[in-house]
């Protein structure tokens, strides 16, 4: 089991959503995030006087999948996000050791 975690630009979030409900993805944690990377953040003009915004805002999302659908769920993320600019975004996989469904107390790939 994985767990993905991908950093997209906010406005990529219902692509992403209804790109991963298309291969059968139940559910996702979606968080509000600020951050930077290569997009370092910009200067913005308001009322009057400039600021540097150093912190992009983005969105995290996180989902819980098997090993066999991880390559077809990183896919479909990357075509969702990908706006071809910078700033669109990362993909982290990282390996789960036990998942646990509180309600049933199902475990593993039950659970998920």
């Known amino acids: 089991m994985k767990l993905i975690t991908a950093i997209i630009k906010p406005f ?7 790109a991963l409900a ?3 993805i139940q559910g996702m ?3 509000e995030v600020k951050g930077f990377g290569r997009q370092k953040g910009h200067t913005e003009l308001y009322r009057g006087a400039e600021y540097n915004v150093d912190f992009m805002p983005k ?5 819980a999948v098997t090993d066999s659908i ?3 769920t990183i896919e479909a993320i990357t ?8 700033g ?3 993909i982290f996989v990282s390996e789960l050791s036990q998942v646990i469904r509180i ?7 039950e659970a998920i």
């Not at 990529?12 to 209804?18: H, S």
């Not at 075509?79 to 910078?86: L, T």
């Open 12 to 18: 990529k979030i219902d692509d992403v959503r209804d």
């Open 22 to 24: 298309a291969i059968g």
């Open 29 to 31: 944690t979606v968080s």
């Open 59 to 63: 969105i995290k999302i996180e989902v």
């Open 70 to 72: 991880l390559d077809q």
């Open 79 to 86: 075509s969702a996000a990908n706006n071809g600019k910078v």
């Open 88 to 90: 669109d975004g990362k």
């Open 103 to 109: 309600r049933t107390g199902e475990t593993g790939e």
